[in-house]
C-alpha cells in the first residue's frame, strides 16, 4: 500500500516571502503521479500542480513549482512570491499510473499555511 | 457552473441515526469519490464508483453505503451513526484522462453526539 507523509502541520510565512512544504511517500510502483492539492478556508480543494514520475522535469505552475526526487521519494511544493490568497491546507496525494478504471488519490495529513501580511 | 454539489452542508445527528449526504455533479463524469477529512488527518477513501451500476469499497467503507444509479448523483449513506463517523465528507468526481485531477465539493460537515 502506498503512504503519503507530511512532516509539517503548520507554517507561517510574511507575504512575498517564498515557502517550501514538504511531501515523502512510499511505494513499490514505478509509474504514477503525484500532484498537491490546495484547500482554502472555503474548504472546496482545488488541484494545484501534478508530476509525473516518469519525467524528471520538475513541474512548474506560475508561483508553484515542486522538487521531485524520484529516488528519495521526495515531492516537495515551493511557492514563490507567496500572497495573502495561497493562504490554505495543502495536500500531496499519490496516484497510481493506470490506463483504465478510477483515479485512486491516497492523500497526505495536510500542512496548514499561513500567509501574514 | 455547478460542478459537484453536496447536501447538507452542516448535519447534527444522534448516535443510531441514519442519514444520506446527497452529492451531484453535472460535468458528466464518469468516477465519483466520497472521501472523509478527520482533524489532522488527510482524506481518506471510504467508497467510489466507475459508472452508473458499479460501486466499490475504498479504504474505510465500514459503517457506509453508495448506490449510483445515474452519473449524476452518488449519496453516501450512514446507518447507525456513531461518534467515529464525525467528520467531514468530500464527494469528488473526475473523468478518464483527468490524471488524477479531482474536482471536489465543498464538503458536508457532520457531527455525531
Known amino acids: 500500500a502506498q503512504t503519503v507523509t507530511q512532516s509539517q502541520p503548520e507554517m507561517s510565512v510574511q507575504e512575498a516571502e517564498t515557502v517550501t512544504l514538504s511531501c515523502t511517500y512510499d511505494?513499490?510502483?514505478?509509474?504514477?503521479?503525484l500532484f498537491w492539492y490546495k484547500q482554502p478556508p472555503s474548504r472546496q480543494m482545488i488541484l494545484v500542480i501534478r508530476?509525473?514520475?516518469?519525467?524528471?522535469q520538475n513541474a512548474t505552475e506560475n508561483r508553484f513549482s515542486v522538487n521531485f526526487q524520484k529516488a528519495a521519494k521526495s515531492f516537495s511544493l515551493k511557492i514563490s512570491d507567496s500572497q495573502l490568497g495561497d493562504t490554505a491546507m495543502y495536500f500531496c496525494?499519490?496516484?497510481?499510473?493506470?490506463?483504465?478504471?478510477?483515479?485512486?488519490?491516497?492523500f497526505g495529513q495536510g500542512t496548514r499555511l499561513t500567509i501574514n501580511p | 457552473n455547478a460542478g459537484v454539489t453536496q447536501t447538507p452542508k452542516f448535519r447534527i445527528l444522534k448516535i443510531g441515526q441514519s442519514m444520506t449526504l446527497q452529492c451531484a455533479q453535472d460535468?458528466?463524469?464518469?468516477?465519483m469519490y466520497w472521501y472523509r477529512q478527520d482533524p489532522g488527518m488527510g482524506l481518506k477513501l471510504i467508497y467510489y464508483?466507475?459508472?452508473?451500476?458499479?460501486?466499490d469499497k475504498g479504504e474505510v467503507p465500514n459503517g457506509y453505503n453508495v448506490s449510483r444509479s445515474t452519473t449524476e448523483d452518488f449519496p453516501l449513506r450512514l446507518e447507525l451513526a456513531a461518534p467515529s463517523q464525525t467528520s467531514v465528507y468530500f464527494c469528488?468526481?473526475?473523468?478518464?484522462?483527468?490524471?488524477?485531477?479531482?474536482?471536489f465539493g465543498e464538503g458536508s460537515r457532520l457531527t455525531v453526539l
Open positions: 496525494a499519490f496516484m497510481k499510473h493506470t490506463n483504465q478504471g478510477a483515479q485512486k488519490l491516497v
Open positions: 460535468m458528466n463524469h464518469n468516477y
Open positions: 469528488a468526481s473526475t473523468k478518464p484522462g483527468q490524471l488524477g485531477e479531482l474536482f
Open positions: 508530476q509525473e514520475a516518469y519525467k524528471q
Open positions: 511505494t513499490s510502483e514505478s509509474n504514477y503521479y
Open positions: 464508483s466507475v459508472g452508473a451500476g458499479i460501486t
